[in-house]
């Protein structure tokens, strides 16, 4: 069984400041996909940033970059230059095997990001 | 990206009612899933909606209890029956895109069952 951990309910970053979300996984198929999402107060469910497990490079999207450690089964999120719209929650989830084959996307607890002005 | 349209997006509704969340996307995706999200919690798969078959559901999700339908690629409905207040939550429609398959979602449907 997969599973998702997120282990800090809640962060706090200064402005301009740079913070890393954490998220472990756990896995037993050597194809699987990791994403990003965040979700302001609105509640809609804004996607980020994926990683596929068999990517060489970390994937960068804008001020967003995913700290991809294999071995460690780790993929935290990292954000540069942090602003104000930055506040939300943000969902690590990952996939097992190759999408468009049914694979469903399983979400950790959440990370709270409050950015201080 | 694709965009999903949900409706209603919020709604009150008395304990032992039903409801159904409609969820409209504006092009073909192959695969389609409801999602529950509980107050302060994480989104929880619900089931997964298959076009032209019974959806495929999780554990602790019944077809009794969140009959869902997707009579084509583009459209798919989740009943949530006999309501009480633990029903209360926003369900969310997501639809899968993209190269790398990630999921795109509605902007969800609150509901408060009293």
Not at chain 2, 42 to 66: C, H, P
Request: a negative charge; hydrophobic letters at 30%; charged letters at 15%.
């Amino acid at each position: 069984a997969q599973k998702i951990t997120q282990t800090q309910p809640g962060m706090f970053v200064q402005e301009k400041e740079a913070v890393t979300l954490d998220c472990t996984y756990d896995t037993s198929d050597p194809s699987y996909g990791l994403f990003w999402y965040k979700q302001p107060s609105s509640g809609e469910m804004i996607f980020l940033i994926y990683q596929g497990s068999y990517d060489q490079q970390n994937a960068t999207e804008g001020r967003y970059s995913l700290n991809f450690q294999k071995a460690r089964k780790s993929a935290n999120l990292v954000i540069s230059a942090s602003q104000l719209g930055d506040s939300a929650m943000y969902f690590c989830a990952m996939r097992e095997g190759v999408h468009n084959q049914g694979g469903k996307l399983i979400f950790g607890q959440g990370t709270e990001l409050s950015v201080k002005p | 990206s694709a965009v999903i349209s949900q409706k209603p997006s919020r709604d009150i509704c008395q304990r032992g009612t039903s409801l159904t969340i409609q969820c409209q996307v504006d092009s073909q995706v192959t695969m389609m899933f409801w999602y529950r999200q509980q107050p302060g919690q994480s989104l929880t798969l619900i089931a997964t909606a298959n076009q032209g078959s019974e959806a495929t559901y999780e554990s602790g999700f019944v077809i009794d209890k969140f009959p869902i339908s997707r009579p084509n690629l583009t459209f798919s409905t989740l009943t949530v029956s006999n309501m009480s207040p633990e029903d209360s939550s926003i369900y969310l429609c997501s639809g899968e895109t993209g190269i790398t398959g990630e999921l795109f979602f509605g902007e969800g449907s609150r509901l408060t069952v009293l």
